[in-house]
């Protein structure tokens, strides 16, 4: 790491001590990324009683402990990311968020999983600006703003917004095949609810002036991991879109799981991760530092020709979902979940020394597990891969995964230097 930036993890008495060893929130550069909240009362460390209601209001209010503890606010939230136990609950707990949120509204994506910590009925976390950057005792980019944007071409939500610039990243909220003149799903099956999903992400980034090719990461969430293949017929289509991208083939970063149910009984529902070169306020060209998209993939990782194993842009880098992958042989490693979570963690650990960084930078680490009751089997091979549990986290158990594997874990890694065009 250079001596510029800083990966800050923080952890506050105030709220929930963590239930595994990760922080409740990390910054770095331009943005604070917190650990997956649970409804735990932050004094008896167990879930609050009540329903959903409840459980909802305590894990919003744990997240607002945390943020205002780091000399934040609410309306700092640029991202809200929802797992529920069951998808009826989705009016519940939005008319929880409401209450946190009454005037802004940052961008959301809702799923319904398998499982979750604790037996929990919601699972809440988000991610916040960082205005200052975190250059010790030398504040950065003050002038920094959000910036939020909705399109008619696009499905409108009172509840979200399309997508929230901040600094050099676009955030959008996760779509659904909902033709945005009618505000329904579209007629067919998960190929055309695919196509529509992917339409309604080129609609809203057309309206920022931001091309397709500039998407870092995809995050695809199917109702019937079998539909995959359909999934991917399409999703070649869209990517790469233009003549440079076609010519290096580029890939965005891609994690791919299984939900229980998605919102309005849809078949699949993607998210999005964009660049946004000019940061915000806009920037005079000479003040962009030649900031570039860089993707990279090594040998010694498996390889997909639907993703890149990692994509950097400015100061962070995002890691595509690792599967317990032999990089020599394509196959799942033998045993059980203690060695495909050491497999996994293997593969971003030599993904990211491919590109000159070491474990020590990694932000957030996504697990999906087919079991949750593995979780404590995973901490005991991750604590060797992370020993001062620093990287913000997010658990959740999901009903299948690609190859019928049992742990998926994708990564989010500080990236110091920028990506400046090599000299």
Do not use: W
């Not at 961008?107 to 916040?128: G, R, S, W």
């Not at 595509?320 to 593969?347: F, R």
Request: aromatic share 6%.
């Amino acid at each position: 790491m250079s001596n510029y930036n800083t990966v800050l993890a923080r952890n506050l008495e105030s709220a929930p001590k963590s239930i595994g060893p990760y922080s409740q929130t990390v910054a770095f550069s331009h943005y604070n990324n917190l650990s997956a909240q649970l409804p735990i009362d932050p004094a008896s460390g167990e879930l609050v009683s009540g329903g959903v209601k409840e459980q909802a209001k305590q894990c919003f209010d744990n997240i607002k402990t945390i943020v205002e503890g780091i000399d934040h606010v609410m309306s700092d939230v640029v991202r809200i990311s929802v797992f529920l136990k069951d998808i009826k609950d989705v009016d519940v707990v939005d008319e929880v968020l409401k209450t946190f949120f009454p005037t802004y509204v940052p961008t959301q994506t809702i799923v319904a999983v398998e499982a979750l910590p604790m037996n929990a009925l919601v699972q809440i976390e988000v991610l916040v600006s960082n205005g200052e950057g975190t250059i010790p005792n030398a504040p950065q980019a003050g002038d920094l703003i959000k910036l939020t944007n909705n399109t008619v071409n696009a499905p409108t939500s009172a509840i979200s917004t399309q997508t929230v610039a901040f600094s050099h990243y676009n955030n959008l909220s996760a779509q659904l095949p909902i033709d945005p003149k009618t505000g329904r799903l579209v007629v067919g099956g998960v190929k055309e609810q695919t196509g529509q999903c992917l339409k309604n992400i080129k609609a809203i980034l057309e309206s920022i002036d931001v091309p397709f090719d500039d998407i870092v990461k995809i995050n695809i969430f199917l109702k019937n991991l079998s539909d995959i293949d359909t999934v991917n017929e399409v999703y070649t289509t869209f990517f790469p879109d233009s003549a440079i991208a076609r010519a290096v083939a580029y890939m965005p970063a891609l994690t791919t799981v299984e939900a229980s149910a998605l919102p309005m009984d849809a078949l699949v529902q993607i998210e999005a991760v964009v660049s946004h070169g000019d940061g915000t306020p806009p920037q005079l060209i000479e003040d962009r530092h030649g900031i570039v998209i860089k993707a990279n993939n090594t040998e010694n990782a498996p390889i997909s020709s639907l993703s890149t194993q990692t994509v950097a842009f400015s100061h962070y880098n995002h890691i595509s979902a690792q599967l317990p992958l032999d990089a020599k042989t394509g196959e799942i490693v033998v045993g059980g979940v203690k060695e495909q979570s050491e497999q996994c963690l293997k593969n971003i650990k030599a993904i990211i020394e491919s590109i000159d960084h070491a474990m020590d930078d990694v932000v957030k680490v996504n697990i999906f597990l087919k079991n949750i009751t593995d979780i404590d089997a995973v901490d005991e091979v991750y604590t060797t891969f992370f020993p001062d549990g620093v990287p913000a986290r997010r658990t959740v158990g999901v009903s299948a995964l690609p190859k019928d594997a049992l742990i998926q874990i994708d990564a989010v890694v500080s990236n110091a230097e920028g990506t400046p065009p090599q000299v």
